[in-house]
């Protein structure tokens, strides 16, 4: 039986900030960020947008589509969770009127969260192939005004709807993971932005994509050249291409030719949004799906990397039809009707977004009709709207 991603739902906030203001106003020169770090914009979210709301609004996008009786199943993957004991799956539950009989939880291990969920999610469609699951990764990178990860920030949201006969994407038997306790990225509980030993976190991210890579080959008997496509969690699209040349060392020009071709429409919606960390690989996923033409069985390698840190290699064949369940009119319009923001616009909001509102104070949100938003606490309980 296959199984795999069915579905994929895209959310970034209406806000955004330029990359070439963000370099003027740092005194930094622009092609430091465009070409150095490779992003053009980043998303802002607003103190109405959190992990929660994104969620929704991803998932929205294809819940009418779907049959929302057979979701037996749903995992929310975060590092930007709104409470220390609540799932914030709950909040996505009750917004969607899930059935009560629906398994869910939140999970955490930085960037690596959605895929964690998403290799639950596979082995329970296996052992209930009627049932279906939703993963949702959603997430706000914060590292602070004018700090060197400032450029590598972004808010978003990417929810996937996994089912046995999948449209999009089956996945294949096997993974190749590794693991070691680290200090490259991290967020203490009392820090609303997140600690970095930036450069490091790089070197870690790379070594761990050629260990990875490397044992899932082997796994598998596979060689580069079998792979269509290998996309990567981006955190910014230049670390992505360095992964990917060294996925191409020592390869005929064809597969390097192919690969970074497929890398590169991989990137288009990263260099737009952001590092949205646990959905930032599958935010690669679906840019390189609206970006390019894939032939039915193509395989896609996979790479999944969260700082602390654990990453995972694994892949997938395309379906045939696969275009037919995507919208990218609808995710380009997302990303072009967002409102640019001045950068000491998006300081006062990146700031006023890190503070907690004051109980009973109602948060009016400028999203579109139809979006869903946090409205502040009521009795210390988070609500949540919809336009
Ligand atoms: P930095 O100090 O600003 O950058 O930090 P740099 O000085 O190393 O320059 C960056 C690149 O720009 C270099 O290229 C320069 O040569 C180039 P590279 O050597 O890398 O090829 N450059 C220029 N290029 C063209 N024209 C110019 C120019 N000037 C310089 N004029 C850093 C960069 C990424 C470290 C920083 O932004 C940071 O700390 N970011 C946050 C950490 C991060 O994203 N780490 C990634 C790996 S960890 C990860 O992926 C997990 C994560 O998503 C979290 C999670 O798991 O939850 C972060």
Not at 124 to 132: A, G, I, M
Not at 140 to 149: D, L
Not at 219 to 229: E, I, N, R
């Amino acid at each position: 039986m296959q199984v795999g991603i069915d579905q994929i739902g895209f959310y970034t906030p209406n806000k955004y900030v330029d990359m070439v203001d963000l370099a003027e106003a740092r005194n930094v020169d622009p092609n430091k960020f465009l070409i150095g770090i490779g992003q053009k914009k980043m998303s802002v979210a607003d103190q109405t947008q959190d992990a929660v709301s994104m969620g929704i609004n991803a998932t929205l996008r294809y819940w009418n589509k779907i049959d929302q009786d057979k979701v037996g199943l749903m995992i929310f993957g975060t590092e930007s969770s709104v409470d220390q004991s609540k799932s914030a799956s709950l909040f996505v539950k009750s917004a969607l009127h899930l059935k009560p009989e629906v398994r869910t939880f939140e999970v955490k291990e930085a960037c690596f969260g959605l895929t964690a969920g998403l290799m639950m999610a596979r082995d329970f469609v296996r052992v209930h192939p009627d049932q279906s699951a939703i993963v949702i990764g959603s997430d706000i990178a914060r590292y602070g005004v004018n700090t060197p990860g400032e450029v590598t920030q972004g808010a978003g949201s990417i929810s996937l709807l996994i089912k046995s006969d999948p449209s999009i994407l089956s996945l294949n038997d096997g993974h190749s993971a590794y693991s070691e306790d680290i200090n490259d990225f991290w967020r203490p509980n009392n820090h609303t932005t997140a600690l970095v030993e930036g450069k490091y976190s790089t070197q870690v991210y790379l070594d761990f994509f050629s260990k990875t890579f490397g044992a899932y080959k082997e796994l598998k008997g596979w060689k580069t050249q079998d792979f269509s496509a290998i996309i990567c969690h981006l955190p910014y699209t230049k670390l992505g291409l360095k992964a990917n040349r060294l996925a191409v060392e020592g390869q005929d020009e064809e597969t390097s030719e192919r690969l970074l071709t497929n890398f590169e429409a991989s990137k288009q919606m990263s260099m737009q949004v952001g590092n949205i960390y646990t959905a930032s690989l599958y935010m690669s996923l679906l840019s390189l799906l609206e970006n390019t033409d894939l032939a039915p069985n193509s395989l896609l390698g996979l790479f999944s990397y969260g700082s602390g840190a654990m990453a995972e290699f694994y892949s997938g064949n395309i379906v045939d039809g696969y275009e037919e369940q995507l919208d990218p009119e609808a995710d380009r319009l997302m990303l072009s009707e967002r409102q640019k923001l001045s950068v000491s616009e998006y300081e006062k909001i990146f700031n006023k977004a890190m503070e907690v509102p004051e109980d009973g104070q109602e948060l009016i949100s400028d999203e579109k009709p139809g979006r869903w938003y946090f409205a502040g606490t009521k009795n210390e309980v988070r609500q949540y709207k919809q336009k």
